[in-house]
C-alpha cells in the first residue's frame, strides 16, 4: 500500500488544487496512466501515477487545495507481496523543484514479470527503459538468454513512438503557421472557465514572478550572442518542404530545436540543473519549448528526447505540445522534465532576446527573427538571412568559453540541415 | 634483420620479436654502462630461446652473465646490484622456474623500498618467457603474469607487439622500482616491420587496436593476436568488435577498458591463465564496480581450462583460448540484436 501525493510541478509550485479525479476507489491503475488533473497557477494539470496497483481511496475532493507532498491517494500494489512504496512527504514551505518531483513519485519498481518469472533486463537496457519511460514488461527479449537488450528497448521505443497517447479532448493538428505565438487556443484552459481569466492571470504572473525572481536572485547570468547565415538551412527546408504535402511541412523552428539538441550532445554542461551546489548534468535532453498563452503568461512544456527524434517527430511533438498547453492539456512530467528552456521571439519581430533561466536548469538559447542582412564574405558584401541567437548561461554551472563553444557547434549543425 | 627502405617513419626494417628484444638488450647495453645481463645460457648457449644470441661476443662475459641452475640466487644478486646502482636484466627461462625465485621477487624486490622506509629502490628488470602452444608440459607451458599482477611494489608488462618488446625494456630500465617482462614464447618467431630508429613507448596504458562498437575484447600477450584475428572474422559477419591489448598487467590502465565497456555495453576478457583468481577476475570486477549500469550483457571470460598445461597437441590446443573459441563467446553474448 503506498500514498500518492500532490506532486511539485515546478520550481514555483507550493499547492495544487485537485481538479478532477479520472479514477475512483476499486479502479486498477497502470504505471503512466492519468488518474487525476490538478490546477496550478499554470492551469489544470493531468497528473501520471508511477506504479501500477489499484486505487484503495481517495482522500482529497476535487476542489480541494493542499501543499505539495500531501497524500491525496492510497494505492494497493497489484502484486500481494509488492513492496509498499515509500512516500517522502515534502514540508509545503520546502523548496520543490523537478527533481523532487522525481522523489516523491518514485514508487515501488515491480520487477517485470512474464507469467510470474522474473525477466532478465540488462542494467544498461533498465537505465535506458527508465529514461525514456518505456515499460518494460512489454518488451520480448532477445539477448544472451532471452535478456532485454539495449537494442530491445531501442527498438521497442521506435516502434512505440509511432503511436504515441493522444489526448482524446485535443486531438493534435497541424499548425501552419509559426507557432509559437498568435494561434488563437482551440478552446480556453478550463481553469480561465472556471475561475474567470482575470484570476488565473494575476495566479500565472505571481508564479512566473516568483520563478523569475529567484532566477534573478540566485543565478549570476553570462549572456552570449552570435549571428548566423540561415541562407543554406532555410534553402535546403524550403526544398525538402517542396516535396511535402502541405500539413506535413516542417517550420524553421524545427531546426533550431534540432541544432540545440545535438550541439547540447557535445557541450553536455548546458544541459541539466544546479542542485546543491553542483551541476546536474543530464543524459536526456528535453527542451523546453517556450510558448506563449494567447491570454498573456506561458509555459514551457518539455519536448522529450528532442536529441533522438527526428524533424518528423520534432514538428508533430511540437505541434501537439502547443495545442494541448494552450487547451490546457499538459502532462505532469512535460511541466517538470525539462533540462534546457528554448524561446524564439522572431515571428514577434524581436531581433534577439536575452532570457531569464528557469531554475533549476542551467541555461536558456534564445532565437530572434531572421532578418535580411549585409553579410562578408571572402571580401563580397551580400545580403543573407540572418538570425541572432543568445545564450543566456548559469556561470556557477558552466563558464563563457563552454558557452561559446555551445554557440559554434549550434551553428555548424544548422549548416548542415541534411544531418539533423 | 634485413633493411626494407623507406615507409612513412624512416627506414623500416624486417625482423621477428626475438630479434626486437635483443635489439632492446642491445641498445640498453650501449647507452648505459650500469646495464648486464644475467641468466641461465645466456652467454655461450645465446639464450634458451635465442634471444641473446650474439651479445657475449659483442659485450664480453662481465656483462652477459651465465649463471648457475639457481633462480633464488642470481635473482637475489640481482636484487642486490640493483640496489647497489646497477642495471641489471635477469633472464628467468619460463615463468614456471620464477617459482624459485618467487621469494627474491615478492619478499626483497617488491618489498625493500617499503621495509626500508623509502631509502632503498630495486631498479631490477626481471625478463621471463610465459605461455604454451609449443608442446612444453605442465612445467614449461603456464602463463603466471596474473600472479605476479598481484604483488604491490611490481610493475608488470607484457609486451605483445615487436613495437612494445622493442620498447618497452628502456623505459623499464629507467623504472626507479622492479619490473617484470613476460614474453610470450610463441611470439619470438612473430616478423614484423619495425622503424630502424627505436619508437618510445610507454609501460602505462593500454591500447586498443581495433575500433569497434559491439563488444569489447579485453587482452594481452599472445592471446591479442586471437583476438584480432577472431575480430576480422566477426568483421565479415557485421559484428563490429573492439580490442584491447592491455600491456601493463600491473598497474591495470583501468580507464582504457572501462572507457570502451561504456561505449560498447559488453566486454569479453581473453586470459591464457587460469580462470579462478585470475587477472581476468580482477577485470571482470573493475567493471562490475564502475561500469555495471552501461553493461548490456554479464561481462564473460574465455581462459585457460583449470587443468596443468597438457603436453598433447590436440590437448594443449583445447586447453588455451582459440581464435574460434573467441568467435563463439562474442556471439554468444551479442545474441541475436547486433
Same mark, same amino acid.
Given at each position: 500500500?503506498?500514498?500518492?501525493?500532490?506532486?511539485?510541478?515546478?520550481?514555483?509550485?507550493?499547492?495544487?488544487?485537485?481538479?478532477?479525479?479520472?479514477?475512483?476507489?476499486?479502479?486498477?491503475?497502470?504505471?503512466?496512466?492519468?488518474?487525476?488533473?490538478?490546477?496550478?497557477?499554470?492551469?489544470?494539470?493531468?497528473?501520471?501515477?508511477?506504479?501500477?496497483?489499484?486505487?484503495?481511496?481517495?482522500?482529497?475532493?476535487?476542489?480541494?487545495?493542499?501543499?505539495?507532498?500531501?497524500?491525496?491517494?492510497?494505492?494497493?500494489?497489484?502484486?500481494?507481496?509488492?513492496?509498499?512504496?515509500?512516500?517522502?512527504?515534502?514540508?509545503?514551505?520546502?523548496?520543490?523543484?523537478?527533481?523532487?518531483?522525481?522523489?516523491?513519485? +518514485?514508487?515501488?519498481?515491480?520487477?517485470?514479470?512474464?507469467?510470474?518469472?522474473?525477466? +532478465?533486463?540488462?542494467?544498461?537496457?533498465?537505465?535506458?527503459?527508465?529514461?525514456?519511460?518505456?515499460?518494460?514488461?512489454?518488451?520480448?527479449?532477445?539477448?544472451?538468454?532471452?535478456?532485454?537488450?539495449?537494442?530491445?528497448?531501442?527498438?521497442?521505443?521506435?516502434?512505440?513512438?509511432?503511436?504515441? +497517447?493522444?489526448?482524446?479532448?485535443?486531438?493534435?493538428?497541424?499548425?501552419?503557421?509559426?507557432?509559437?505565438?498568435?494561434?488563437?487556443?482551440?478552446?480556453?484552459?478550463?481553469?480561465?472557465?472556471?475561475?474567470?481569466?482575470?484570476?488565473?492571470?494575476?495566479?500565472?504572473?505571481?508564479?512566473?514572478?516568483?520563478?523569475?525572481?529567484?532566477?534573478?536572485?540566485?543565478?549570476?547570468?553570462?549572456?552570449?550572442?552570435?549571428?548566423?547565415?540561415?541562407?543554406?538551412?532555410?534553402?535546403?527546408?524550403?526544398?525538402?518542404?517542396?516535396?511535402?504535402?502541405?500539413?506535413?511541412?516542417?517550420?524553421?523552428?524545427?531546426?533550431?530545436?534540432?541544432?540545440?539538441?545535438?550541439?547540447?550532445?557535445?557541450?553536455?554542461?548546458?544541459? !541539466?540543473?544546479?542542485?546543491?551546489?553542483?551541476?546536474?548534468?543530464?543524459?536526456?535532453?528535453?527542451?523546453?519549448?517556450?510558448?506563449?498563452?494567447?491570454?498573456?503568461?506561458?509555459?514551457?512544456?518539455?519536448?522529450?528526447?528532442?536529441?533522438?527524434?527526428?524533424?518528423?517527430?520534432?514538428?508533430?511533438?511540437?505541434?501537439?505540445?502547443?495545442?494541448?498547453?494552450?487547451?490546457?492539456?499538459?502532462?505532469?512530467?512535460?511541466?517538470?522534465?525539462?533540462?534546457?528552456?528554448?524561446?524564439?521571439? !522572431?515571428?514577434? !519581430?524581436?531581433?534577439?532576446?536575452?532570457?531569464?533561466?528557469?531554475?533549476?536548469?542551467?541555461?536558456?538559447?534564445?532565437?530572434?527573427?531572421?532578418?535580411?542582412?549585409?553579410?562578408?564574405?571572402?571580401?563580397?558584401?551580400?545580403?543573407?538571412?540572418?538570425?541572432?541567437?543568445?545564450?543566456?548561461?548559469?556561470?556557477?554551472?558552466?563558464?563563457?568559453?563552454?558557452?561559446?563553444?555551445?554557440?559554434?557547434?549550434?551553428?555548424?549543425?544548422?549548416?548542415?540541415?541534411?544531418?539533423? | 634483420?634485413?633493411?626494407?627502405?623507406?615507409?612513412?617513419?624512416?627506414?623500416?626494417?624486417?625482423?621477428?620479436?626475438?630479434?626486437?628484444?635483443?635489439?632492446?638488450?642491445?641498445?640498453?647495453?650501449?647507452?648505459?654502462?650500469?646495464?648486464?645481463?644475467?641468466?641461465?645460457?645466456?652467454?655461450?648457449?645465446?639464450?634458451?630461446?635465442?634471444?641473446?644470441?650474439?651479445?657475449?661476443?659483442?659485450?664480453?662475459?662481465?656483462?652477459?652473465?651465465?649463471?648457475?641452475?639457481?633462480?633464488?640466487?642470481?635473482?637475489?644478486?640481482?636484487?642486490?646490484?640493483?640496489?647497489?646502482?646497477?642495471?641489471?636484466?635477469?633472464?628467468?627461462?619460463?615463468?614456471?622456474?620464477?617459482?624459485?625465485?618467487?621469494?627474491?621477487?615478492?619478499?626483497?624486490?617488491?618489498?625493500?623500498?617499503?621495509?626500508?622506509?623509502?631509502?632503498?629502490?630495486?631498479?631490477?628488470?626481471?625478463?621471463?618467457?610465459?605461455?604454451?602452444?609449443?608442446?612444453?608440459?605442465?612445467?614449461?607451458?603456464?602463463?603466471?603474469?596474473?600472479?605476479?599482477?598481484?604483488?604491490?611494489?611490481?610493475?608488470?608488462?607484457?609486451?605483445?607487439?615487436?613495437?612494445?618488446?622493442?620498447?618497452?625494456?628502456?623505459?623499464?630500465?629507467?623504472?626507479?622500482?622492479?619490473?617484470?617482462?613476460?614474453?610470450?614464447?610463441?611470439?619470438?618467431?612473430?616478423?614484423?616491420?619495425?622503424?630502424?630508429?627505436?619508437?618510445?613507448?610507454?609501460?602505462?596504458?593500454?591500447?586498443?587496436?581495433?575500433?569497434?562498437?559491439?563488444?569489447?575484447?579485453?587482452?594481452?600477450?599472445?592471446?591479442?593476436?586471437?583476438?584480432?584475428?577472431?575480430?576480422?572474422?566477426?568483421?565479415?559477419?557485421?559484428?563490429?568488435?573492439?580490442? #584491447?591489448?592491455?600491456?601493463?598487467? $600491473?598497474?591495470?590502465?583501468?580507464?582504457?577498458?572501462?572507457?570502451?565497456?561504456?561505449?560498447?555495453?559488453?566486454?569479453?576478457?581473453?586470459?591464457?591463465?587460469?580462470?579462478?583468481?585470475?587477472?581476468?577476475?580482477?577485470?571482470?570486477?573493475?567493471?562490475?564496480?564502475?561500469?555495471?549500469?552501461?553493461?548490456?550483457?554479464?561481462?564473460?571470460?574465455?581462459?585457460?581450462?583449470?587443468?596443468?598445461?597438457?603436453?598433447?597437441?590436440?590437448?594443449?590446443?583445447?586447453?588455451?583460448?582459440?581464435?574460434?573459441? #573467441?568467435?563463439?563467446?562474442?556471439? $554468444?553474448?551479442?545474441?541475436?540484436?547486433?
Amino acid at each position: 500500500m503506498s500514498e500518492f501525493v500532490m506532486p511539485s510541478l515546478g520550481t514555483d509550485m507550493e499547492a495544487g488544487t485537485l481538479y478532477e479525479w479520472f479514477v475512483k476507489p476499486g479502479d486498477a491503475v497502470q504505471r503512466g496512466d492519468v488518474i487525476a488533473s490538478v490546477e496550478t497557477a499554470k492551469g489544470v494539470i493531468d497528473i501520471e501515477i508511477f506504479e501500477d496497483g489499484r486505487i484503495d481511496q481517495l482522500l482529497v475532493e476535487p476542489g480541494t487545495e493542499v501543499p505539495v507532498g500531501t497524500p491525496i491517494a492510497v494505492v494497493v500494489g497489484a502484486e500481494p507481496v509488492a513492496a509498499a512504496a515509500v512516500p517522502v512527504p515534502v514540508p509545503a514551505a520546502a523548496e520543490a523543484h523537478p527533481m523532487d518531483q522525481k522523489a516523491l513519485v +518514485r514508487p515501488s519498481k515491480p520487477e517485470p514479470a512474464h507469467n510470474g518469472k522474473r525477466v +532478465r533486463v540488462s542494467p544498461v537496457a533498465r537505465k535506458l527503459a527508465e529514461e525514456l519511460g518505456v515499460d518494460l514488461s512489454q518488451i520480448v527479449g532477445t539477448g544472451p538468454n532471452g535478456a532485454i537488450s539495449r537494442a530491445d528497448v531501442e527498438e521497442f521505443q521506435r516502434r512505440g513512438a509511432a503511436a504515441p +497517447r493522444v489526448e482524446e479532448t485535443a486531438p493534435p493538428s497541424r499548425v501552419e503557421q509559426q507557432p509559437v505565438v498568435e494561434k488563437p487556443a482551440e478552446q480556453p484552459t478550463k481553469a480561465a472557465a472556471q475561475k474567470g481569466s482575470t484570476e488565473f492571470q494575476a495566479a500565472m504572473r505571481r508564479a512566473i514572478a516568483a520563478a523569475m525572481a529567484r532566477s534573478n536572485r540566485e543565478i549570476p547570468h553570462y549572456y552570449l550572442e552570435t549571428r548566423l547565415d540561415m541562407g543554406r538551412p532555410l534553402a535546403w527546408l524550403e526544398a525538402e518542404n517542396q516535396k511535402r504535402p502541405i500539413r506535413d511541412r516542417i517550420l524553421p523552428v524545427v531546426l533550431l530545436i534540432k541544432a540545440t539538441a545535438k550541439a547540447l550532445v557535445d557541450v553536455p554542461d548546458l544541459n !541539466g540543473y544546479w542542485v546543491d551546489d553542483a551541476l546536474r548534468p543530464s543524459e536526456a535532453i528535453h527542451i523546453g519549448f517556450a510558448i506563449a498563452l494567447r491570454q498573456g503568461g506561458l509555459v514551457t512544456p518539455a519536448i522529450h528526447h528532442a536529441d533522438l527524434k527526428s524533424l518528423e517527430e520534432l514538428m508533430a511533438a511540437m505541434s501537439d505540445l502547443i495545442m494541448r498547453t494552450r487547451a490546457g492539456r499538459l502532462r505532469s512530467s512535460e511541466l517538470t522534465d525539462a533540462t534546457i528552456t528554448l524561446t524564439n521571439l !522572431g515571428d514577434m !519581430g524581436v531581433e534577439k532576446v536575452y532570457g531569464v533561466i528557469y531554475p533549476p536548469q542551467v541555461a536558456l538559447v534564445g532565437f530572434g527573427k531572421v532578418m535580411e542582412q549585409p553579410w562578408a564574405v571572402n571580401g563580397l558584401l551580400g545580403v543573407r538571412p540572418v538570425l541572432t541567437v543568445t545564450l543566456a548561461g548559469d556561470h556557477r554551472a558552466s563558464d563563457g568559453r563552454r558557452g561559446g563553444q555551445f554557440l559554434d557547434v549550434l551553428a555548424k549543425h544548422l549548416q548542415e540541415p541534411d544531418k539533423l | 634483420m634485413k633493411t626494407n627502405g623507406k615507409n612513412g617513419h624512416g627506414e623500416m626494417v624486417t625482423l621477428t620479436y626475438r630479434e626486437a628484444v635483443r635489439a632492446a638488450i642491445r641498445e640498453a647495453m650501449q647507452k648505459d654502462e650500469r646495464v648486464f645481463l644475467m641468466g641461465e645460457d645466456v652467454g655461450s648457449y645465446g639464450g634458451c630461446f635465442a634471444v641473446s644470441m650474439g651479445l657475449l661476443e659483442e659485450f664480453g662475459p662481465e656483462r652477459i652473465r651465465d649463471t648457475p641452475l639457481a633462480e633464488s640466487g642470481f635473482t637475489g644478486a640481482g636484487v642486490g646490484a640493483a640496489i647497489a646502482g646497477m642495471r641489471p636484466i635477469v633472464e628467468i627461462m619460463t615463468v614456471n622456474f620464477s617459482l624459485l625465485a618467487a621469494d627474491q621477487i615478492m619478499n626483497n624486490a617488491a618489498t625493500v623500498l617499503h621495509m626500508s622506509g623509502g631509502q632503498f629502490n630495486v631498479p631490477l628488470v626481471i625478463r621471463m618467457a610465459t605461455g604454451g602452444g609449443k608442446q612444453l608440459a605442465a612445467q614449461h607451458a603456464h602463463s603466471l603474469e596474473g600472479w605476479y599482477a598481484h604483488i604491490p611494489g611490481l610493475k608488470v608488462l607484457t609486451p605483445a607487439t615487436l613495437e612494445d618488446a622493442r620498447g618497452m625494456l628502456w623505459p623499464a630500465l629507467q623504472d626507479p622500482d622492479p619490473v617484470l617482462i613476460f614474453e610470450h614464447t610463441l611470439l619470438y618467431n612473430m616478423k614484423g616491420e619495425l622503424p630502424v630508429q627505436p619508437v618510445e613507448v610507454d609501460i602505462d596504458k593500454a591500447k586498443i587496436h581495433r575500433h569497434g562498437n559491439d563488444l569489447t575484447l579485453i587482452t594481452y600477450g599472445l592471446s591479442l593476436h586471437k583476438a584480432l584475428e577472431a575480430a576480422e572474422q566477426l568483421a565479415t559477419e557485421g559484428l563490429d568488435v573492439e580490442v #584491447i591489448d592491455l600491456r601493463v598487467l $600491473r598497474p591495470l590502465d583501468t580507464t582504457t577498458f572501462i572507457d570502451s565497456v561504456r561505449k560498447t555495453h559488453r566486454a569479453l576478457i581473453v586470459d591464457e591463465g587460469w580462470r579462478s583468481g585470475g587477472i581476468s577476475a580482477e577485470i571482470s570486477a573493475r567493471i562490475m564496480e564502475q561500469a555495471f549500469y552501461d553493461l548490456d550483457a554479464p561481462v564473460e571470460r574465455i581462459c585457460a581450462a583449470e587443468v596443468p598445461i597438457p603436453y598433447a597437441k590436440h590437448m594443449e590446443e583445447a586447453a588455451i583460448p582459440q581464435v574460434d573459441s #573467441i568467435v563463439a563467446g562474442v556471439k $554468444r553474448m551479442v545474441g541475436e540484436y547486433v
